[in-house]
């Protein structure tokens, strides 16, 4: 698969992250809203998370969360460089440097993604 234009795969990842909200025990069988899961999540970050944010801001604070494997997104090498070409972010012949990179920096990218959806959140409202 070739790489696609950073808002194609971005929207790739957000959907994805908003799938993921959809098994947490609370939700299941719950027809939420896009709305309502991008506020399911953070209402859900800011109640377990909220006291990092002061100390090293909310990207950090989103990506420490996610480390910690808050929701369930890959976290395995193998599966964060397998999602990684799924969702066209990466083309699909990665050198070694390539795939150790993706992988130091995807719960930063990942935090970034839940960002913009809190963005997606305050442009509806």
């Known amino acids: ?41 953070f209402d859900r970050f800011y109640s377990e998370y909220s006291f990092m944010v002061e100390r090293v801001g909310k990207q950090k604070a989103i990506e420490e969360w996610l480390s910690g494997l808050a929701i369930n997104i890959p976290y395995t090498y193998t599966d964060i460089i397998e999602m990684a070409k799924n969702m066209g972010s990466v083309d699909s ?20 993604m839940v960002l913009l959806l809190e963005n997606e959140l305050k442009e509806v409202a």
């Open 1 to 41: 698969m070739k790489k696609l234009h950073y808002t194609k795969y971005h929207e790739n990842y957000k959907n994805y992250i908003l799938d993921c909200i959809d098994v947490e025990d609370d939700l299941i069988n719950k027809e939420l809203t896009r709305k309502e899961k991008i506020k399911y999540l």
């Open 93 to 112: 012949d990665l050198t070694q440097v390539q795939e150790d990179r993706i992988c130091e920096n995807y719960f930063n990218f990942m935090a970034c």
